[in-house]
């Protein structure tokens, strides 16, 4: 039953924040396109990666959005 609990905390966070996991997904698809069109690697793009999937953990209050 824990599990369960968890995994629909972290969908409502997702949806409930969308500002920041739009601004997440967005980021990770840019790293994406960039390693398969190979303008960067990985390695290059590592800091862009961990920003990307700390703002799909992240509340909207993070970037200063009033929350309601």
Do not use: Q
Request: proline share 1%; net charge positive.
């Amino acid at each position: 039953m824990g599990i369960n609990k968890k995994v629909i905390k972290m969908k409502n966070r997702l949806f409930s924040n969308y500002v920041t996991t739009v601004l997440g997904v967005l980021i990770i698809i840019f790293c994406a396109v960039m390693m398969f069109m190979e303008k960067a690697n990985s390695t290059e793009l590592s800091g862009w990666l961990a920003l990307g999937i700390m703002f799909l953990r992240s509340k909207d209050s993070l970037i200063a959005l009033p929350k309601e």
